[in-house]
């Protein structure tokens, strides 16, 4: 067969990926955290992670919900969350346990998330305290026997985090009333996983990392499974095509929301294996002009979204373009018209 294609692939990018160089997400992100631990990670509202940051408090989260949560290989996590810092530590610490992560949309009705929820089998769920309300009307209904719920400041260090929590609950009155007896709060969960050893849970190719719901649009969401191979590949992937123009200049955002697949596969995880700089993942930027004056406090390389939100990104081009001369965006409708990505090899390839 004549790949007539690769004439067509820029200069650097190889025609194949090899994903059995790396056995799974959880030998990534440790091979990660030892390698790059004073780097950067993540940063939002001016709080950055470091990789021991990412270290540290996802070995602590991963024990709790192993040791004291009870959760063990192959239990199902639902992680509600916008993009806040908790997040990447959920995922870390969900693959650490041996988990299977089920991404969940922050803006689900009731009854989409009692579905979702049903229909996953997730036992635990960590969720952002502004639609713990809408768990409030379903989790009777649900297999959930753990709830975490966490605020937007919890992360961002004393007293920033009690400032920011207080103004969210208080003063912008954006946290409803919610009845959930029983859950505890993300910070009392790390704080008791502290105290707790966490057991090694070897993962493989085959284990499942995520259970990717589609958003409906064509009947009830269906949740599509994604091993850590099809992750893996997904990176290798990302880092093959986007790569000849990124390590020279190794820092970009994505602005995309974290229950997208978009996001893990080809923002989050790339960037924790080549330990680029951070992710800019400001809940404040999803208002545009935020976002353009969040640009201005981080130069970057490379911009990744959703295609709705870069075609709204294309109105103030001018300003981003003047943030960044160096800049390269693309989305997610520009990586599906591109050529072929290079191939997994002899085996079926990962699904994008």
């Not at 859950?183 to 990717?212: C, M, R």
């Not at 955002?253 to 790339?270: D, E, H, V, Y």
């Not at 295609?307 to 520009?334: E, F, P, Q, V, W």
Request: contains cysteine.
């Amino acid at each position: 067969m004549d790949k007539i294609w690769l004439r067509n692939y820029p200069a650097g990018v190889p025609a194949e990926i090899n994903p059995d160089e790396i056995a799974s997400l959880q030998a990534m992100l440790e091979r990660s955290f030892a390698q790059f631990a004073d780097r950067p990670a993540y940063t939002l509202m001016d709080r950055a992670l470091t990789y021991a940051d990412l270290d540290r408090l996802s070995r602590q989260f991963a024990a709790y919900l192993q040791k004291v949560a009870g959760l063990g290989h192959g239990d199902r996590i639902a992680i509600m969350l916008p993009n806040i810092l908790q997040y990447p530590v959920a995922i870390a610490a969900a693959f650490r346990a041996g988990l299977t992560v089920v991404n969940t949309n922050p803006l689900y009705t009731p009854r989409e998330l009692e579905h979702q929820l049903k229909d996953s089998g997730a036992k635990a769920i960590l969720i952002f305290e502004n639609f713990a309300h809408t768990l409030d009307e379903v989790l009777p209904a649900t297999h959930i026997e753990t709830v975490i719920v966490t605020g937007v400041g919890d992360l961002l260090g004393f007293p920033k985090s009690a400032l920011v929590n207080f103004v969210v609950r208080h003063v912008r009155k954006q946290v409803p009333e919610y009845s959930l007896p029983g859950s505890i709060g993300f910070l009392e969960a790390l704080g008791k996983g502290k105290f707790e050893n966490l057991q090694p849970v070897p993962l493989g190719h085959d284990d499942i990392a995520f259970l990717q719901y589609t958003g409906g649009t064509t009947g009830v969401s269906k949740g599509a499974v994604l091993t850590h191979r099809n992750m893996v590949a997904n990176v290798l992937q990302t880092e093959a095509w986007m790569g000849p123009s990124l390590r020279t200049r190794p820092s970009r955002w994505c602005w995309s929301p974290r229950c997208r697949s978009i996001t893990s596969s080809r923002c989050r995880l790339p960037d924790v294996h080549q330990a680029r700089r951070p992710q800019r993942a400001d809940r404040e930027s999803a208002r545009l002009p935020g976002f353009v004056k969040e640009l201005g406090k981080y130069p970057f390389t490379f911009f990744a979204g959703v295609n709705t939100l870069s075609m709204r990104c294309s109105t103030r081009l001018d300003s981003i373009a003047s943030i960044s001369a160096r800049s390269r965006s693309a989305s997610a409708a520009a990586w599906r018209c591109s050529a072929p990505w290079p191939s997994a090899g002899s085996r079926s390839p990962a699904t994008r």
